[in-house]
């Protein structure tokens, strides 16, 4: 083939909040900014995919709900479209961000096609994918199957690809191709959304998640009950899914009057551009996408030390890390922070260096290109 004609990709994430589907949608984007034709294939709309854009398409996966089965499937409809895509408009390569399930529909997909149709599959494991559902006796076999069948597998971060060969037993070769972010130019400024959040001079610590159990929003909320002075801050949580199951703690520890949430953000670049710091207490993490989107916008992070996140966070000089549970540490860091203005505008323009030296849409993107490139030069793995 040839080396520089644009590509037909066809992605498959998952759609609502979440790091993988962000990143497939940014990525999609991306591609279809450089030329290359982008295909969505899911359940619905990926929540980041723009409205209107050149050469990004989105076709849906219907599920219907067959009274005899108990649960709903939704990998066998997943591998029909995908097939259906890949045939229709040619695709090179499918991407699918998140194994379960999409990496074993795409395997499905291209079984079903003729061999000189046959897209070449791209696996791209996120975090969960392997770290919990690489365990379970009732996925890991099969997750396992479908990298050995994927003509290409990465992973977000150096840590998630030792994980991979160490929990599925994956002894092809595994890229790493970090995450990144291209931010959208905020539409109101700092002093606004400040106004809006009723802030005065206290700092703007920020907690962007979904809120997930791995996320330990009970640690995060403790930490902040141990910030002192208590007036020095304000915690804003966007939430991407509801907050109500935490709502309790809040009141017992006392923060009804230093915690700000607000739920299914869109425009988070207005609340990235007026934070001073993140939070973030996780217990697992691969890689963090919050903790970059902070830092594009100079945000310096505290955060706990695991996974991938040093590979993000040069600790001491883009942010400081500390021992997971360790929530008195989590406090003094966020103090130490909160309490020098000078220090923490030095590491927040390092931090933004950083992401553009390494996490930047211009350097991860063309990796996934040339990855592209690679899989479809070569005979696709057989099933
Ligand atoms: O693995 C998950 O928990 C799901 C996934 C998601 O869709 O949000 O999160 C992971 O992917 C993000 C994007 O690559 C990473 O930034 C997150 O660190 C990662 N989450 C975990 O590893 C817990």
Not at 106 to 124: F, K, N, Y
């Amino acid at each position: 083939m040839a080396t520089d004609r644009p590509l037909k990709i066809g992605i498959t994430c998952y759609p609502s909040v979440g790091g993988s589907g962000i990143l497939a949608s940014e990525l999609g984007e991306e591609l279809a900014r450089r030329g290359h034709e982008v295909h969505f294939i899911s359940y619905e709309r990926p929540f980041r995919m723009p409205a209107d854009a050149a050469r990004l398409f989105f076709h849906p996966v219907v599920i219907n709900d067959y009274g005899l089965f108990k649960y709903p499937d939704y990998t066998l409809p997943l591998s029909v479209k995908m097939a259906e895509v890949s045939r229709d408009h040619g695709l090179d390569v499918l991407h699918v961000h998140y194994a379960v399930p999409h990496a074993t529909a795409a395997i499905l997909a291209r079984s079903m096609l003729p061999p000189d149709r046959r897209p070449r599959v791209v696996t791209t494991l996120h975090g969960t994918d392997t770290t919990l559902l690489g365990r379970d006796a009732g996925y890991g076999p099969a997750i396992s199957h479908a990298l050995a069948r994927s003509d290409a597998i990465t992973t977000v971060s150096e840590w998630l690809r030792r994980e991979t060969e160490r929990l599925l037993a994956v002894t092809r070769p595994v890229e790493v191709i970090h995450n990144f972010f291209a931010p959208e130019p905020p539409h109101r400024s700092r002093e606004e959304v400040r106004r809006e959040l009723g802030l005065g001079s206290e700092a703007l610590v920020l907690h962007l998640s979904n809120l997930r159990p791995l996320k330990r929003i009970d640690l995060l909320l403790e930490t902040a009950a141990r910030i002192r002075p208590r007036e020095s801050f304000k915690l804003v949580i966007l939430a991407g899914s509801a907050f109500a199951p935490f709502s309790d703690t809040v009141r017992r520890l006392g923060l009804e009057d230093r915690v700000i949430v607000r739920e299914k953000v869109l425009d988070i670049e207005d609340y990235l551009q007026a934070a001073d710091l993140g939070l973030y207490t996780s217990e697992v993490e691969s890689f963090c996408l919050s903790i970059l989107e902070g830092m594009c916008f100079g945000c310096p992070s505290v955060a706990t030390r695991v996974g991938g996140i040093p590979e993000v966070v040069d600790d001491g000089t883009t942010g400081l890390l500390v021992p997971f549970g360790d929530v008195g540490g989590l406090a003094r860091a966020a103090e130490r922070l909160i309490q020098d203005p000078a220090s923490r505008a030095v590491m927040g323009q390092t931090a933004r260096d950083r992401a553009h030296e390494r996490f930047s849409a211009d350097r991860i993107v063309p990796r996934y290109v040339e990855l592209y490139r690679r899989v479809c030069a070569q005979p696709s793995r057989p099933d």
